[in-house]
């Protein structure tokens, strides 16, 4: 499988922090431009899957906002060409002036802060769209739940571990708002487990 590129540009160092931790994590290659004038260049290189960006950077009438907005309305894929698909990061401050805009244009877009597997399930959506990922990124809703178990069973004596996981994640709402419940993961298990019979069924022979 190609290597999934995602260009993120943002100024806020927090965010920029955040976002690497968490795109990293998945084994992605992430470049960040903090800078909107270097951003039409970096984009005119073609090798980004996802583009991923801080709208309060933007002018909505500016070169950049279009030009994104135009690639995210493109196909993601036509005549065999694969398109980088676009995401929009919206500050609350930028929230009044952007969110009608987006909402008019139907641009994807992510409020910030936001839930670490809305995040992830949106940058899943996307990437499926050009085909760089074959599978959605299911997991990541019951895995936060394991995680967090995990983290639980072990703090002692991995206080300064944790402090580091959690550093510069400011971006995202509180853990407590994304870990599932308990019925939520029995939900998820038993949905999985109805889609492996249904593989199971597809790759039993057919009668004679």
Do not use: C
């Not at 991995?158 to 853990?175: C, K, L, N, P, V």
């Amino acid at each position: 499988m190609a290597r999934i590129g995602i260009l993120i540009i943002d100024d806020d160092e927090a965010s920029q922090s955040a976002l690497r931790q968490v795109l990293d994590s998945e084994g992605w290659y992430v470049r960040i431009v903090p800078l909107i004038s270097e951003a039409l260049a970096e984009l005119s290189s073609g090798e980004w899957s996802l583009v991923i960006v801080n709208i309060a950077m933007t002018d909505l009438a500016g070169p950049v906002y279009l030009t994104l907005k135009e690639l995210a309305l493109a196909p993601a894929v036509e005549e065999g060409k694969v398109r980088a698909r676009v995401l929009f990061l919206v500050p609350e401050l930028a929230l009044s002036e952007a969110q009608p805009v987006l909402e008019k244009e139907r641009l994807p877009y992510v409020l910030k802060p936001f839930q670490f597997n809305d995040f992830l399930e949106k940058v899943s959506d996307l990437l499926m769209e050009t085909t760089a990922l074959t599978t959605p990124i299911r997991r990541v809703r019951h895995d936060a739940s394991a995680a967090e178990r995990r983290r639980n069973e072990s703090r002692a004596g991995h206080e300064s571990d944790i402090r580091q996981s959690r550093r510069d994640t400011g971006m995202f709402a509180r853990r407590d708002e994304y870990v599932m419940t308990e019925e939520e993961i029995a939900e998820y298990e038993k949905t999985e487990k109805e889609e492996q019979e249904q593989r199971k069924k597809k790759k039993q022979p057919q009668d004679r």
